[in-house]
Nanobody, 126 residues
Framework: QVQLQESGPGLVRPSQTLSLTCTVS??????????WNWIRQPPGKGLEWMGA???????YYRPSLKSRTSISRDTSKNQFTLQLSSVTPEDTALYYC??????????????????WGQGTQVTVSS
């Protein structure tokens, strides 16, 4: 059973970089054939897929966020990380990490993903 846990600051100032880490247990991010995703849900809105890193280390990004997003991994710690630069209050959301066996570019339904973290609230405010 794969388990994921998000961690990071709950408050980020505008124009700064948001950085979140997902710690994975029960499966290797390097050898398990999963895509490791970052998904967010702004208040009152639906799920938004942000990007993913595959077991090979290849990365995939939502086009509208690509210029501000970076996903990386630390295989020694079995963690993958999201960095979102130049944040604004519109980046306030519940941020999730999730695992999927296929690359899913539109997080329309939680059931499309195999495993989820519990989510972490990030607020962008001065």
């Amino acid at each position: 059973q794969v388990q994921l846990q998000e961690s990071g600051p709950g408050l980020v100032r505008p124009s700064q970089t948001l950085s979140l880490t997902c710690t994975v247990s029960g499966g290797s991010i390097k050898t398990s054939y999963y895509y490791w995703n970052w998904i967010r849900q702004p208040p009152g809105k639906g799920l938004e897929w942000m990007g993913a890193i595959g077991s090979s280390g290849s990365t995939y990004y939502r086009p509208s966020l690509k210029s501000r997003t970076s996903i990386s991994r630390d295989t020694s710690k079995n963690q993958f990380t999201l960095q979102l630069s130049s944040v604004t209050p519109e980046d306030t959301a519940l941020y999730y990490c999730a695992a999927s066996k296929t690359l899913i570019l539109a997080a329309t339904n939680k059931k499309l993903y195999d495993y989820w973290g519990q989510g972490t609230q990030v607020t962008v405010s001065s």
